[in-house]
């Protein structure tokens, strides 16, 4: 059965996680060729890169939607100015990191070690939603360091949702060690802890609650649905794309025909060539399409092929039709 797509945040049930260096407008055109229904996500902007940086941080594809902007930072003011440009720019959803445990994140004053300061984080969304009529999430951790409790996780979201308005979250079921791991390692060494996060939508049953971290497979991700409301994907979904291509059927109730991975790549033709012709350098395009054939028979020499002659000067639409013509075509994959 399809579910109810009336809610402001059904697209939250199934979406793919910001991730710095990887969920660039490329990709995020990419994964939309795979599922039409799954809510994509912005790498982290700082409110600094907006505000002061050279160049257009909130550029995207059209083709992109639903697609959410994820904001870094701690300044309701800078925040609420961001998120309104956002808005205007027709962005579906303005998302707070307050779950990347980074040094450099740590001296902004933003990401996951803003947990500590639940008031603070309330003010932001409050902020925020004063100017905007689109959805303003928060995305963090079960805890940080020593703080790691239930109640703590429970008195972060009760003062954010209550004086904040925020009435979605989106749950890391990990711990954030602030100091002595690495970005890399605090996805990977704390536990995941997932009854942590079904219990916190048992307790606050008026809020969406969706759980991300160690997510792998669509039938993970419906077992998850069975006590959430929503579920995010993400380096799997890099590194094995082709899992997106039965979301909408699977996730979303669908009736339509699942996409063959060689129409995946031949549908991108249109779209490369006319980046290539703004400037874009075919490497930054194809590096998101790599793990498109993994597992399959040719997938090495698509890899291989690409990775090896992507880069050149002058590289072309020329690369991705030899790198598939090197994936057996009697597949039919």
């Given at each position: ?64 939607h639903p697609v959410a902007l994820q904001l870094g ?97 989106t749950i890391h079921a990990r711990k954030a060690w ?10 990977e060494i704390p536990p995941l802890d997932y009854p ?138």
């Amino acid at each position: 059965m399809k579910p109810d797509n009336t809610s402001k945040y059904a697209a939250n049930r199934f979406s793919i996680a910001p991730m710095l260096d990887w969920t660039d407008r490329h990709c995020r055109y990419f994964h939309r060729l795979l599922t039409n229904e799954t809510l994509l996500y912005t790498e982290m902007v700082t409110t600094g890169a907006i505000i002061h940086g050279k160049g257009d941080f909130l550029a995207y594809n059209q083709e992109e939607h639903p697609v959410a902007l994820q904001l870094g930072g701690s300044n309701p003011q800078d925040l609420a100015t961001c998120a309104k440009l956002a808005a205007e720019r027709g962005y579906d959803e303005i998302n707070l990191n307050v779950g990347c445990p980074s040094d450099r994140v740590q001296n902004g004053r933003f990401g996951a070690c803003l947990m500590a300061e639940p008031e603070l984080v309330a003010q932001c969304v409050a902020s925020m939603r004063e100017v905007v009529d689109i959805p303003v999430t928060v995305k963090t951790r079960i805890g940080i360091d020593d703080q790691d409790s239930y109640e703590f996780l429970t008195d972060f979201v009760s003062i954010v949702a209550e004086k904040g308005g925020c009435e979605q979250f989106t749950i890391h079921a990990r711990k954030a060690w602030l100091s002595g791991l690495s970005p890399k390692e605090n996805r990977e060494i704390p536990p995941l802890d997932y009854p942590r996060a079904y219990q916190l939508k048992k307790d606050f049953s008026h809020l969406n609650i969706a759980v991300n971290g160690g997510v792998k497979t669509l039938e993970d991700s419906l077992v998850h649905l069975e006590h959430l409301d929503g579920v995010m994907v993400g380096r799997e979904a890099y590194q094995n794309p082709y899992l997106l291509a039965q979301v909408d059927q699977q996730i979303f109730g669908l009736d339509k025909p699942v996409k063959k991975r060689s129409q995946v790549v031949e549908e991108m033709y249109p779209y490369i060539e006319a980046q290539l012709s703004k400037g874009a350098y075919l490497g930054h395009i194809t590096r998101h399409m790599i793990g498109l054939f993994q597992a399959m028979p040719g997938a090495r020499q698509w890899r291989r092929y690409i990775s090896e002659n992507a880069h050149k000067p002058g590289a072309g639409i020329e690369v991705v039709e030899t790198a598939l013509a090197k994936i057996p075509q009697e597949l039919n994959v």
